[in-house]
T-cell receptor, first 114, second 107 residues
Framework: NAGVTQTPKFQVLKTGQSMTLQCAQD?????MSWYRQDPGMGLRLIHYSVGAGITDQGEVPNGYNVSRSTTEDFPLRLLSAAPSQTSVYFCASSYGTGTYSPLHFGNGTRLTVT | DAKTTQPNSMESNEEEPVHLPCNHSTISGTDYIHWYRQLPSQGPEYVIH???SNVNNRMASLAIAEDRKSSTLILHRATLRDAAVYYC????????FGTGTSLTVIP
């Protein structure tokens, strides 16, 4: 049982480049979300989804796009990377569409934008 | 979504109980209280959650005040492996994390 899988683990981008952070879960969870964590800070919600075809913005959505074409996958796209997007990114999922079930986290992607 | 207030840091001696407080005075009737912890250089992990009643699991206990405006995470016997940042979250529609409490366990 893999749980929540994030790829890549590390990535270095130049300013203006684009990339997609991948997130997949094998638990048939409806709810999926993306967070970023800056050094010494808590987690901030970027985007979330309560099911295939449904996405919505969190606290800090600017500069990021998401889509949810399947239940299993929830990729996060950076269209034009900026140094301010240097952070650790965590994907999480939970059973159901509400917040009555625990979140399961991936191991994170450490992104550096130079 | 309800805001939570936690102390920035706490210390505990090894093998002693730890009580981590959380205030959430604006909680709504259907909001759940979740606790997660994040060990150094790792992703957050689920600890415990509840709605109204106290909850116990193999990791910890959650004591919820009768008016639900505060809760306490109880680690019954702190070990060095429990040193982490502990996040208290009150969930409305989403899981919004604050800055948490950094727990130091003293050998």
């Amino acid at each position: 049982n893999a749980g929540v899988t994030q790829t890549p683990k590390f990535q270095v981008l130049k300013t203006g480049q684009s990339m997609t952070l991948q997130c997949a879960q094998d638990m048939n969870h409806e709810y999926m979300s993306w967070y970023r964590q800056d050094p010494g800070m808590g987690l901030r919600l970027i985007h979330y989804s309560v099911g295939a075809g449904i996405t919505d913005q969190g606290e800090v959505p600017n500069g990021y796009n998401v889509s949810r074409s399947t239940t299993e996958d929830f990729p996060l796209r950076l269209l034009s990377a900026a140094p301010s997007q240097t952070s650790v990114y965590f994907c999480a999922s939970s059973y159901g569409t509400g917040t009555y079930s625990p979140l399961h986290f991936g191991n994170g992607t450490r992104l550096t934008v130079t | 979504d309800a805001k939570t207030t936690q102390p920035n840091s706490m210390e505990s001696n090894e093998e002693e109980p730890v009580h981590l407080p959380c205030n959430h005075s604006t909680i709504s009737g259907t909001d759940y209280i979740h606790w997660y912890r994040q060990l150094p250089s790792q992703g957050p992990e689920y600890v415990i959650h509840g709605l109204t009643s106290n909850v116990n699991n193999r990791m910890a206990s959650l004591a919820i005040a009768e008016d639900r405006k505060s809760s306490t995470l109880i680690l019954h016997r702190a070990t060095l492996r429990d040193a982490a940042v502990y996040y208290c979250i009150v969930t409305g529609n989403q899981f919004y994390f604050g800055t948490g409490t950094s727990l130091t366990v003293i050998p």
